[in-house]
């Protein structure tokens, strides 16, 4: 990192992420009330296309059937586990003080991606199908329905989608875009895990392996769909369909708030702790959330001790590019889906102005957490899916959270603030995956 920029930098900080404490970083530049839309981002553009899709979608895809194509994933009470994990505390010291109810939002079994980007994978490439039809000039191309016809599928199958992605982009944009008719080509980074690619083989997607991280495996699609004009390349980093995808999320958290009789008000604070690695899907879903509760809602995002890529960006006070490598840090990490080195330049200057703050987590603790949300409630997540867990004991027993609840005046509030602790992925992954998770997990906890 150039000098000059080391030294804006908060050198507590630092120092602690090389060490690769796990800390809570809270942003100062967090506005107070409700942010405006940005231009060309209203989240209702997306509802409306899942809306006008939803018949093509049940159609196309058997496990969308019963929900009439509806994407939707539950919000559901984790009481024993918040007993737990309460009664030991942030550091297994003390029992937490962190008060209300903490409730977990199962994007972990979305159906036909099994992650959270299952919303925005299915946005970006209905938006391009959407297109490619209504341009085609087929018959009855202005009906939703055409898109599931022979004629359409045909169009389809002479486009290529390409994406670079650790596992799960790649997952969601191959399963969706196959089940719609597209040639997929997933470009996946030399770290990405084996039974991923064979998922993928198995269903007719091309995958290309790329020695280097994430980033290199991005950039190396982006180059090849620049050439052509019929492979269109999504860009983690960049897209706003993406984005504007996992922002469809938050009305259907309103709603299943409201639905369980949980008001967001100044009386009744609402938490929620994102996994976070390029930014999109946390980052689209904070958007959605601070546009219907303003200055009520308090969104946090968790990052891997190795990775903390949003935490450097916006600490390190401007919006030119900043890496974990640039601070030092190595990227390697259990937590595939958060193994991330540059933060996306579309999310992080949004993130700026609406974000509460980071908090960071060891791959050992993502795997004991793993392992005791299996424990606790049955359910079987990736290490990625089980990081956000401690985000209520973070706010309410470190000194950092505590400063936070002080300077908003929250502490009188916490026994009524309801926690949204989102799980990410999981359901595609294998059970012998899922035993080595749980294995390592029980290990940690004995
Ligand atoms: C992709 C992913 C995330 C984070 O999404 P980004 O858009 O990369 O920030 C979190 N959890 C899981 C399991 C993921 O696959």
Redesign the pocket.
């Known amino acids: 990192m150039p000098t000059s920029r080391i030294e804006e930098f908060d050198q507590e900080l630092l120092t602690s992420l090389q060490r690769r404490e796990p800390l809570l970083w809270l942003n100062d530049r967090l506005k107070n009330g409700t942010p405006g839309m940005v231009a060309g981002l209203d989240p209702a553009v997306a509802q409306a296309r899942f809306d006008k899709y939803a018949p093509v979608l049940a159609r196309l895809f058997p496990e969308l059937e019963s929900t009439q194509g509806r994407l939707i994933s539950e919000l559901v009470p984790v009481a024993r586990l918040q007993r737990e994990m309460s009664a030991g505390g942030l550091n297994d010291a003390a029992a937490s003080t962190s008060g209300g109810i903490w409730l977990l939002k199962r994007d972990d079994a979305l159906p036909v991606a099994g992650?959270?980007?299952a919303r925005g994978g299915f946005h970006e490439v209905l938006s391009l199908a959407q297109r490619l039809v209504e341009q085609s000039g087929l018959p009855g191309a202005d009906d939703a329905l055409a898109m599931a016809g022979p004629e359409a599928r045909a169009l389809l199958g002479r486009h290529t989608l390409s994406v670079g992605s650790t596992?799960?982009?790649g997952l969601s944009i191959g399963l969706i875009g196959r089940g719609l008719g597209f040639q997929v080509v997933v470009h996946m980074s030399a770290d990405a895990k084996e039974w991923k690619k064979e998922r993928l083989r198995k269903k007719g997607i091309k995958v290309v392996e790329h020695t280097g991280d994430y980033g290199a495996a991005v950039e190396a699609g982006r180059q090849e769909a620049a050439r052509s004009s019929t492979i269109h390349f999504v860009d983690?980093e960049k897209s706003e369909h993406l984005f504007l995808g996992y922002s469809a999320a938050a009305a259907e958290l309103a709603g299943q708030l409201s639905a369980l009789g949980r008001k967001v008000d100044a009386e009744h604070p609402l938490f929620v702790y994102l996994?976070?690695?390029?930014?999109?899907?946390?980052?689209g879903i904070a958007y959605g959330l601070k546009l219907l509760f303003g200055e009520h809602v308090h969104c946090f995002f968790v990052e891997p001790t190795a990775s903390p890529c949003m935490l450097v960006q916006l600490a390190c006070g401007d919006l030119r590019p900043l890496s974990i490598y640039d601070v030092g840090l190595n990227n390697v990490t259990e937590a595939d889906?958060?193994a991330?080195g540059q933060a996306s330049l579309l999310v992080a200057p949004i993130m700026a102005d609406i974000l509460s703050g980071v908090f960071t987590v060891t791959d050992d603790a993502l795997m004991l957490d793993t392992y005791k949300l299996a424990q606790a409630e049955g359910m079987l997540v990736?290490p990625?899916?089980a990081s956000a867990l401690r985000g209520p004991l973070w706010l309410g027993d470190s000194a950092q959270g505590k400063r936070y609840l002080a300077r908003h005046g929250l502490e009188p509030l916490m026994a009524d603030a309801v926690h949204v602790i989102w799980s990410?992925?999981g359901s595609l992954v294998p059970r012998e995956e899922h035993e080595r998770f749980q294995a390592r997990g029980a290990e940690l906890a004995a």
């Open positions: 992650s959270i980007k596992g799960n982009l983690d996994p976070c690695g390029v930014g999109g899907a946390p980052g889906g958060l991330v990736e990625s899916a990410t992925g």
